[in-house]
């Protein structure tokens, strides 16, 4: 865990419900560091359809490989199994290895199918990952499963997390109460496609995979690929959603709960960005006016990325001329004379200048706060996007810089 906890963290990690046909267990079995809680099993029960969205990185890992091989359509019972402090990332055919012989040792202590045990690992790039401590935990992992044991589990994926990541959200369908349940890691190596995060969301709902798969992707643009902390992909990055079915109502379709996934996705994402390294301040960048939607995405970005804006936020700076910079690089459609900026509600810039109602007192009191609203319009169409981010701050070079020793 890194230093202090984040100033923007929640004031508490949620009361997570349980989610019938999911038991959970967490144990410290010395990855990397000794008494430090860092692998969690997640057991699946029969009728589980599970989906996953995953890095594209041409580096991604052994695990996110292997994942990516095996989603399909069978809801026979399965598994998650999840390290910290070894991404089992650039290992070669020795982390092909490790995910095999951690996928046998699952299913050998669960007794579910290799073919259905879904395995991730984050932490340092290009180390062998010492596979037999996992193993050599995987009967106390299983003895100690439980309904109750989601906070556990997401204590164990933290790396440089600074606090433990979850959220929840109840629907109703057909009369039927509905969970919904996730977890996160995430803190740096954190972009778009999708950040260097572990997220595991669990509901009751009944899908058919493709359904499932499906509406986890198109949400997962709309939230884990609308945040960034570095501009940095990372190799393991993975999103897996399990759909129990326990609740017996089919969510196929279903707007609301469709609204609900989005919301737990979107708290999730949101947290890992309150969670950036060194962040002091959450930042939400608004694009509208643009000639499309994607022009519109490509200043939320750039705007989002730029560590000339985010060092300016870091220091309270209402420096208005670098998202001037970021729209001009960002490669989108734009004109000078027709761009306004806002600073939450203050008009900074527009027709191609500072405006005239511009006072730098109130901007810099605005920069102030914990929450950053930036507003560009371009004054063009009508795309629109939405990108969060975090300020950059001396702290994230000192995790950054000693973040192997």
């Known amino acids: 865990m890194a230093g202090p906890v984040s100033p923007l963290a929640p004031a508490s990690f949620p009361a997570l419900p349980e989610i019938a046909g999911v038991r959970f267990a967490s144990v410290a079995a010395g990855v990397r560091y000794a008494n430090r809680t860092d692998v969690m099993l997640a057991e699946l029960a029969e009728g589980s359809a599970v989906a996953g969205v995953f890095t594209r990185s041409s580096t991604r890992s052994a695990p996110v490989r292997d994942c990516e091989a095996k989603i399909g359509a069978d809801t026979s019972r399965a598994a998650f199994l999840v390290n910290s402090g070894n991404s089992n990332a650039f290992t070669g055919q020795a982390g092909e290895r490790s995910v095999t012989e951690i996928c046998a040792a699952v299913a050998a202590a669960t007794g579910i199918d290799a073919s259905r045990v879904f395995t991730s690992s984050t932490g340092v790039i290009g180390e062998p990952l010492p596979h037999e401590r996992i193993v050599a935990k995987l009967d106390a992992l299983n003895a100690a499963l439980e309904p109750a044991g989601i906070e556990g589990a997401a204590r164990a994926i933290m790396t440089t997390d600074t606090f433990p990541k979850g959220a929840t959200e109840t629907v109703e369908i057909d009369g039927k109460s509905v969970k919904i349940a996730g977890i996160a890691k995430g803190s740096g190596m954190i972009a778009p496609d999708m950040a260097t995060m572990l997220v595991y969301i669990f509901t009751d709902a009944k899908f058919e995979q493709p359904a499932l798969q499906a509406l986890l992707r198109q949400i997962t643009d709309r939230t884990f690929n609308c945040i960034t902390v570095d501009s940095d992909t ?44 060194g962040a002091t301040k959450f930042v939400e960048i608004r694009v509208s006016g643009a000639a499309s939607d994607a022009d519109a995405r490509k200043v939320a970005m750039a705007t989002a990325n730029s560590p000339l804006v985010k060092t300016a936020i870091a220091g309270e700076d209402p420096n208005w001329g670098r998202v001037v910079m970021a729209v001009g690089k960002s490669g989108a459609e734009a004109d000078r ?22 006072s730098e007192e109130k901007a810099a009191a605005y920069m102030k706060g914990q929450e950053i609203v930036i507003d560009v319009d371009l004054g063009l169409g009508q795309g629109t996007a939405v990108a969060w981010t975090c300020d950059l701050t001396h702290r994230y070079i000192e995790i950054n810089a000693d973040y192997r020793s």
């Open 337 to 358: 004379d027709r761009l306004s900026i806002h600073f939450g509600d203050i008009l900074v810039a527009e027709k191609g200048w500072v405006s005239p109602s511009y």
């Open 234 to 277: 990372s190799t393991s990055d993975t999103l897996l959603m399990a759909a129990t079915g326990a609740s017996g109502a089919d969510a196929t379709g279903n707007a609301g709960f469709a609204e609900a996934l989005e919301r737990v996705m979107l708290d999730l994402a949101h947290q890992v960005v309150r969670d950036g390294e």
